[in-house]
């Protein structure tokens, strides 16, 4: 009646205590009706999940991260993508999942897989994710390989070692 797309999604909402089924199933519709294969632009990502929405820590975090590789941003899919910017994602070269070490992180997997399969969207393989020192030398080099700007990663990683160790040498003596 007022020109509003309406999709309609198969879940069970609160029933088993989460929303994530839902969540991935709306996401689903989302992409099956507005994704659009496109042409792939080079070193474009889309950050598949919530993480805090943009503005949260997080997804800053990762963007800054990507940034410094030369990556630049489409969007954040599902939850903070107006639905007239939803084709643009079609041209992300890969998909970088917003996860942790919860339960989310099967449907979000599950979401760039969709994307992957009907788009050619790219991803990280594994569920691999910046958390922790380590973790984030992983992603860091992986990300590298994935866009194709290894060269940019040694210097990045030490800057970020840098940026460890001056935090931490503030938060040492607190903490004692």
Request: proline share 5%; charged share 20%; hydrophobic share 40%.
């Amino acid at each position: 009646e007022f020109g509003i797309p309406v999709i309609t999604v198969d879940c069970y909402g609160f029933l088993d205590g989460e929303y994530y089924q839902g969540y991935f199933e709306a996401a689903k519709k989302l992409a099956e009706e507005f994704i659009k294969p496109q042409q792939h632009i080079q070193k474009t990502a889309v950050l598949i999940g919530d993480g805090g929405g943009p503005w949260g820590h997080y997804a800053r975090e990762i963007t800054r991260l990507l940034s410094a590789l030369g990556i630049k941003m489409i969007g954040q899919f599902p939850g903070y993508m107006p639905i007239r910017e939803l084709s643009s994602i079609g041209h992300a070269q890969a998909s970088i999942i917003l996860g942790s070490n919860g339960q989310s992180d099967s449907n979000l997997i599950k979401l760039a897989d969709l994307l992957q399969e009907r788009f050619g969207i790219n991803r990280l393989p594994g569920s691999l994710y910046p958390i922790g020192w380590g973790k984030t030398q992983e992603w860091l080099i992986a990300v590298g390989k994935l866009f194709s700007c290894e060269d940019k990663v040694r210097p990045l990683l030490a800057e970020e070692k840098n940026r460890l160790i001056a935090a931490c040498s503030k938060f040492l003596p607190v903490t004692a």
